[in-house]
T-cell receptor, first 109, second 112 residues
Framework: GIQVEQSPPDLILQEGANSTLRCNFS?????LQWFHQNPWGQLINLFY???GTKQNGRLSATTVATERYSLLYISSSQTTDSGVYFC???????????FGTGTRLQVFP | NAGVTQTPKFQVLKTGQSMTLQCAQD?????MYWYRQDPGMGLRLIYY???????DKGEVPNGYNVSRLNKREFSLRLESAAPSQTSVYFC???????????FGPGTRLTVT
């Protein structure tokens, strides 16, 4: 089945810093989503981005489908950005989402 | 609109007890999913339902049963709970023709 790898596993930042999170996947996909899991456990949809680039405020994402990776950019990080960021994909023959193991981000004031 | 709701939010069971986790959606989506999340890991698919009246196994179905009661509701049943089923359970939905999935707030289950 399709494999999803995220890096780095952990990231510690000071408020105001920028960061880049990476997601590599092993096969062609028809779905790629980025989620933020906040400290209360809630999963928040950030982007649906199987290809191309999207931006939403301080967050943006780029997926290069031909090279099988996606990047999530967080600019001017805030303490509320803390939590775990998951990448999840599904391939063309299934709608089952496969999750990576996440990047744990901690932002300190 | 409430989106995707799950009940209960928290539950503690003893080994061997049974319970049903409920999921309901008001998004009129066709597909519904049950995932589990273990500490330090991503989510893994337990069961899913592509439409009312159909269900299929995911990655980790053993020890669980599901019922797609109608288009709105998808329940997950543990017939005889085991400590290995201690986890956070998430329900998700997807609209026909779309790929993006939308998640409920989760149910935290502890089996002692």
């Amino acid at each position: 089945g399709i494999q999803v790898e995220q890096s780095p596993p952990d990231l510690i930042l000071q408020e105001g810093a920028n960061s880049t999170l990476r997601c590599n996947f092993s096969d062609s996909v028809n779905n790629l989503q980025w989620f933020h899991q906040n400290p209360w456990g809630q999963l928040i949809n950030l982007f649906y981005i199987p290809s191309g680039t999207k931006q939403n405020g301080r967050l943006s994402a780029t997926t290069v489908a031909t090279e099988r990776y996606s990047l999530l950019y967080i600019s001017s990080s805030q303490t509320t950005d803390s939590g775990v960021y998951f990448c999840a994909v599904s391939s063309y023959n299934t709608d089952k989402l496969i999750f990576g193991t996440g990047t744990r981000l901690q932002v300190f004031p | 609109n409430a989106g995707v709701t799950q009940t209960p939010k928290f539950q503690v069971l003893k080994t061997g007890q049974s319970m049903t986790l409920q999921c309901a959606q008001d998004m009129n989506h066709n597909s519904m999913y049950w995932y589990r999340q273990d500490p330090g890991m991503g989510l893994r698919l337990i069961y899913y339902s592509a439409s009312e009246g159909t269900t299929d196994k995911g990655e980790v179905p053993n020890g669980y049963n599901v019922s797609r009661l109608n288009k709105r509701e998808f329940s997950l049943r543990l017939e005889s709970a085991a400590p290995s089923q201690t986890s956070v359970y998430f329900c998700a939905t997807r609209d026909r023709g779309e790929f993006e999935q939308y998640f409920g707030p989760g149910t935290r289950l502890t089996v002692t």
